[in-house]
Structures are given as C-alpha cells and as structure tokens.
C-alpha cells in the first residue's frame, strides 16, 4: 500500500518538481557566473576579503529559492488532494490516516530534499572553485538555515494547505510564516552555526503537527 | 498519534508565539534607547553624561535643552543639568573643533597650555566590544599578512593568505588557490625555530588595510607564548615577547596608531584588560572594576591629561578616570534611562510570563534564551489561569481539564493561545 502512495504522489508532482529543479539549476548556474565576475572585475585577494572577511556573501540569490520550492511542491503536492477532494478517498484506505499522511509528507521532504541537495552540492563545487576549504565550510553552514527555511514552508504549507477551516489556515500559516522566519535572519556568515542542530526542534514538531489538520479533514468538515 | 499531534502542534504555538509576541510589543511600546554616552570632564574634574530620557523629563534638564531635542540630557555627576552648549566645553579635548570655532583655543588646564595640535597628537581612543572577542563571533580562519614595508604609500593586500594547521603556518595563493609551498616552509620553519609550539590558540591583529602603517599580528601558541609576527620585505620577522604564558592570553584587540604608545588591548582567560605596550611588550593592567568582556564593551578615552574607561552592559554604565599612569582619579557607576522600569515594561513583564529570545546580544553567533521576570510572570500567570477558568466554566458549565490547566498555568497567555486556536475538545 506504502509503495502505491509514494508511487501516486511521485507521478503527481514528477513534472513540476522537475521545473522547481531546473529553477534551482539555473539560479545556481547564475550563481556560477556572478561568483566568477567578481573574479573578473577585481583582485582575487580582493574579493576573498571581501567574502572571507567582511562577510560578503556571494550566494545571497540563494537565500529565499528555497522557501519557495517548498512552497510550491506542497502546492503541487496537495492542492490538487484538496480541490478534487481526493484526499478524503485516500483516507479511507485500508491504512492509517498518519501513515498515509506521514507517506505524503515523506514523498514532499524526498522532492524537497533532492532539490536542497543539488543547491548545496553546487554551492559547494562553485566555492571551492573559487575559495579555501574554509570558506566552503562557511558558505555551507550560511546556506544551511536558508534549506531549513524550505523544509519549514513546505511543512507549513502542508499544514496550511490540509486544513479544512479557513480561520485555522490562516493560524496555520502565521505559525509556519513563523517558523520560516527564523531561519531567514539576516546574519553574518556562519552566524547560525551553533543554534543549528536546536532548530531542527520546531521542524520535528511540525512534521507531527501537520497530522492535525488531516485528523480534522478526515473526521469533521468544518467551513 | 492524534494526541502526539496535537501536542506538537501546541508545543509549536506555544513556541512560535514566545518568540514573535514580545517582539511585537516590544516594536509596539518599547522605545529602543541608546546607552548613555558617560565622560570624565578635564575643566570640572568630574563626570558628565549625555542621556536620552526614558519616562518624564526632569524639568531641569527641560529648561537646559533649548538647543536641542527635549529628550536628551545632558547630565553631570551631582545630578544637575547643563546646555549642549555647556557640555561640550566640559569636554574641550573631543569637541576642539567647536572650541577652536569659538575662539576658546588655546586652553589652559592644570597649568598647562592646549592648542589644536597638541589635542591632536594626544587623543587617542581604544575600543574592545565584546562581540570583538574571537571566540564570540564567526569567523573563516584564513588570514591576510600584510606587507609591513610596502615601499608606497598604502598598504596593500598581498597575493595570499595563510590558515593555521595543527603543524604548519601554510599560505594559499589566491590567483591559483593553491597551497604556496615555499613560503609555508619559510614561515613556519621560522615560527618553529622561534619556539613556536603548534597548533595556534588564537590569530590577532587589525586585518585591513586602512590604517595608517601594519604591526603585522600576534599568535598565540599552544602553550600560550606570545608570538609577533610580521612581513618585511616578503621574509617573516618573529618575536617572542615576554609575555607571561601564564595570563593564558585570550584575545588581543591590535589598532595600529601614529603615537605608537601602545599596539593594543590584551585580553587574558581570566578578564583582565591591559594594554600591550610598545616597550618590550610590556602589560599595563587596567584597575577595571566589574568588568566582564563577555557582556561588557569597553572603551578607553586618552586625552593629554586623562585616560577614562567606560564600560557598560545592558542597563549599568561604570567610568574610571586615570592619570596618564593609569592610578585612578575617580570612580563613577549609573543606571542608565533605558533600564527604568517603565509601565510598558511591567505589563510586558505581566503579559509575558517567559520570552524566548532568538537574537546575538553581546555575540556574533544567534542563539536562543528563554528570560522570565520572577515577581510580574507568576501574576501573569496567575490572571491568566483566572481568566481561562472563567472562560471554559461560562462556555461549558464545567471546569477544564487538568493537563490544560497546567499548561496554562505554567505557560500563561501562550498555553492560552493554543488551547483556544487548536480547540481540542471538538475532536472525536
């Protein structure tokens, strides 16, 4: 049954997550080119203190990408369970409603998550192009929180988009906007290094919180 | 599994609105007040402070501020008030200009004749933030050694930059990024043969080239030896200075100065501030009282007669006026405006029994705090579990359950929040 569900959502989204990977890879192959102009434009001792000393951050476009690939896959993922109404058959399968949920939300982070890979492995390629080891290391723990970010908008949009009353959507999405936010501050690079593995706390509750809405949806429509 | 999920869920609420409530009262009714800005005056021999009001203004300090905003005070150490005006004569060494615009140059105090360059030449001020500190903010451990000779008139980057591993000082070529073997050897073999002992406890030193000349940096070895270490010529120039391994040098502040009195402010394991003297590396301890470099910054005012510390937390400003050997003169310590307890503070105080503050205070490094105000949190509390029990017996005719109970009554307006938005009792 398991294998069905990831089956199910994996032809549902395969399309459009594709489009959200090729975005990704076009902005990180912009990302290339920006890096290597500041190259070009000025001394490489000049830009490495630039970056390695004032904290310029050379992947800034980076930033919000990921908070909206989670946005969108959880829009592409249940949208279309909420208008048709499908989901209300899938959970009158011979299954748990939280396995079935949880299945859905594992399929999501997978999407997600291989997007989130490709961005921080080209991170890593095009800083270690350009930079020491250090900086690479650096850039990573500055990107890091931006992939959190992601992770919390597509589980907050899973707990938006699940939720049948519209007063409660709303809450919904003031908490994921929230949760979002806090991975979004604008700090010096690495600044975020050692609040990082404390985090991943409010992610672990959303993962469980987005169970909520579904028991709502599959128990008691509400307007 | 629905239980565990609505668990979450409150815990999240709970969580969220702890961090973004008081934010939004704080935008709301707090006023964000600067510190107090506190100096020691050469012309009264005293302190005087300059201080932007929180609350009422004393109506002193009202009929002193006709040249300027009514908030601000300018406010001497018997607690009287003076004119913008008045205060910037107290303190002729760093407001000169305007004492030369008014003809008041040049002066004469204690005796002695001040004209404009004389203040020049003698002013000087040092700063050591606690954010400065190395350990207390991120940073890329791969650093620039300047060209101490540059044979022009500015300083430049050089080609390269060096990182510390645990047995090699290794310099990278920046055109290649690519190790540069040869001057790896020089440096380090050099570094060893000085009794250097790998790895390196800290890096020091002003890594820009906006200064006036390059002192080059300071290590500091594993065994806590002070290394100084520069760039002459392309070929390294190393000392060992005598400083006592024993301070366990933490952290050296270098700003490279035309008087060349001092390089800069050292910072030793246990608090302790000196200044790191151009005489054979010699240690001026400060007699700071209080002092604590991990909350604390810390400026030091030189003029020609005096050197003052000024160091200050979130709410206490404490000042030292020294002679030029650093013997204390006077000692003066003030709550600052911005740490009255306002009625904006005491509802928030009240409103909020705990609040989780994800920020950098005193850091370059986010990390979250949870603060509670002992006295006004467990009133808060206290109205919040009245006005939650009251609610649920007018809407219910029953009193609430015992888990939600205590979670408001241990998490008060947050608890509340959640219990009412996720409405537990409706499921089935």
């Known amino acids: 049954m398991l294998k069905a569900i990831f089956f199910k959502e994996f032809f549902k989204i395969r399309w459009l997550w594709l489009i959200i990977l090729l975005i990704n890879l076009a902005l990180t192959a912009y990302i290339f080119i920006t890096t290597r102009s500041l190259f070009i434009l000025d001394h490489p001792e000049v830009v490495w203190y630039r970056v390695l000393h004032l904290g310029q951050i050379h992947f800034e476009d980076l930033k919000y990408i990921p908070l909206v690939s989670g946005i969108l896959i959880a829009c592409f993922q249940y949208l279309p369970e909420m208008w048709g109404e499908r989901l209300r058959l899938s959970l009158h399968l011979p299954i748990s409603p939280h396995i079935l949920i949880l299945a859905h939300v594992l399929v999501g982070l997978t999407a997600f998550g291989t997007v989130a890979l490709l961005d921080l492995t080209a991170l890593w390629v095009i800083t270690a192009q350009y930079f020491p080891k250090e900086a690479v290391m650096t850039s990573l723990v500055t990107a890091l929180p931006w992939i959190m970010a992601g992770v919390a908008a597509y589980l907050g949009g899973t707990l938006a988009l699940l939720e049948p009353n519209f007063r409660f959507k709303v809450f919904n999405m003031a908490v994921a906007a929230g949760v979002a936010g806090l991975f979004l501050r604008n700090q010096d690079p690495g600044g975020y290094g050692p609040a990082l593995t404390g985090l991943i706390l409010p992610l672990l509750l959303m993962v469980l919180s987005v169970l909520l809405p579904a028991y709502r949806f599959r128990y008691r429509r509400t307007v | ?428």
């Open chain 2, 1 to 428: 599994m629905k239980k565990c999920a609505c668990l979450c869920f409150t815990l999240l609420v709970i969580l969220v609105s702890a961090i973004y409530l008081p934010i939004l009262y704080e935008k709301v009714f707090f006023k964000q007040i600067k510190k107090t800005h506190l100096f020691y005056s050469p012309v009264s021999r005293d302190f005087i402070l300059k201080e932007k009001f929180t609350g009422p203004v004393p109506e002193q300090a009202l009929k002193n501020s006709v040249d300027h905003h009514t908030g601000i005070a300018y406010q001497k150490a018997d607690n009287t008030y003076v004119s913008r005006r008045q205060f910037e004569k107290h303190l002729p060494f760093i407001f000169y200009k305007n004492m030369e615009i008014w003809g008041l140059l040049p002066l004469e105090l204690g005796g002695r004749k001040f004209d404009k360059q004389t203040i020049k030449k003698n002013r000087r001020v040092m700063e050591l933030k606690s954010i400065d500190i190395i350990d207390r903010r991120p940073f890329t451990p791969f650093w620039p050694l300047l060209e101490s000779n540059p044979g022009q008139a500015r300083l430049v980057f050089p080609d390269d930059r060096f990182r510390m591993t645990p047995t090699a000082m290794e310099f990278i070529n920046a055109d290649t990024n690519r190790k540069d073997k040869a001057l790896t050897k020089t440096f380090t073999n050099t570094l060893k043969d000085c009794g250097f002992i790998f790895p390196v406890q800290s890096i020091n030193g002003k890594f820009t080239v906006l200064k006036p000349f390059d002192e080059g940096i300071f290590m500091v070895d594993a065994k806590f030896s002070v290394f100084h270490v520069k760039r002459i010529n392309g070929k390294p120039e190393i000392i060992k200075t005598p400083i006592d391994t024993r301070l366990k040098t933490r952290f050296i502040k270098i700003s490279e100065n035309r008087q060349k009195q001092y390089y800069g402010l050292l910072l030793t394991h246990t608090g302790q501030l000196n200044l790191l003297s151009y005489d054979n590396y010699k240690l001026i301890p400060l007699p700071l009282i209080h002092y604590d470099p991990d909350c604390m910054d810390i400026k030091l005012i030189f003029n020609p007669l005096f050197c003052t510390a000024v160091y200050s937390d979130q709410t206490m400003i404490r000042a030292l006026a020294m002679d030029r050997d650093f013997t204390i003169i006077k000692k003066f310590s003030h709550t600052m405006s911005r740490a009255r307890v306002t009625l904006a503070k005491q509802v928030y105080h009240t409103l909020f029994p705990f609040c989780i503050y994800f920020d950098t205070e005193n850091s370059g490094f986010l990390s979250m705090q949870v603060q509670s105000e002992g006295k006004y949190a467990l009133l808060g509390l206290i109205v919040c579990l009245g006005i939650f029990f009251s609610k649920t017996m007018l809407g219910r005719k029953k009193p609430p359950g015992l888990w939600k109970t205590a979670l408001v009554a241990t998490t008060g307006i947050y608890g509340f929040i959640a219990i009412n938005i996720i409405d537990i009792d409706d499921e089935p």
